[in-house]
C-alpha cells in the first residue's frame, strides 16, 4: 500500500494551518513554495502505475511555477514594499486556526457523503482538497495586505490541484497546463499591482484602499 499520497497531503494540511497560524509575509511565501513542491510529488505518488510523460510534465510544471517562480515573484514584492509582517488582520491569528479546525471538520464531513465519478488516490484526498479551497477563501477575506491575499489565491488553486491530481482518471494535459499558465499570468499581474500600489501609497493594506472611495 503507497502512503507516500496520505504523508504528502498531511503535509499540505500543516502547511496551511501554518499559514492561517503566522504573521510573517516570508514565511507565508516558504510555506507556499514548499507547498507547490509538495504537489509536484503528490502527482507523482498519486500514480502508482508509474509516471507517464504527461505526470512527469504536470508534476515538474507545478514545481517550477508554484516552487520556484511565484515565490520568487512575491519575495520581490515583499522587498520592494518593504514589508515583513500582517501586523492587524480583519481576523485574528488564533481565531484563524480555530476556524481551520472548523473548516476542516466541515471538509471531513462533506468528503463522507459526497459521492466521486471516479477512484481516488487516497481517502484523504478530497477532504484535503476541500480544506486547502476554504482555508485559500478565508486568508483571502481575513488578512489585509495584498501579499497575503495573493497567497490566499495561490492557496485556493492548490486545493483544486489536489483534487484534480489525486483522482486516478487523467485529465487531458492542455486543460491542466493552461490552468498553470493562467495561474502564472495572474500572480504576475498581482506582483505588478502590489508593486504599483505600494509605490503610489507607500503601503499595501488593501484595507487603506477604501479611503479613495467616494
Known sequence: MNVLPDVLLVF??????KLLG????RACVRAVAVQGVALGLLALAAHQEGPSLHILALAGGSMVLKGLVFPWLLFRALREADVRREVEPYVSYTLSILTGLG???VSLWVAS?????LEVSS??????ALFVILAGLFIIVAR???VMQV????VLENGMYIFAVAQVGEMPFLVEFGVLLDLFVAVFVMGIVIYHINREFDH?????LDSLKG
Open 204 to 208: 499595501i493594506d488593501t484595507d487603506r
Open 103 to 105: 473548516l476542516l471538520g
Open 151 to 154: 497567497l490566499g489565491f495561490l
Open 123 to 128: 481517502k484523504l484526498a478530497l477532504p484535503g
Open 12 to 17: 499540505l494540511i500543516l502547511t496551511t494551518f
Open 113 to 117: 457523503r459526497l459521492p466521486l465519478p
Open 22 to 25: 503566522s504573521s510573517r509575509l
Open 144 to 146: 489585509r495586505t495584498a
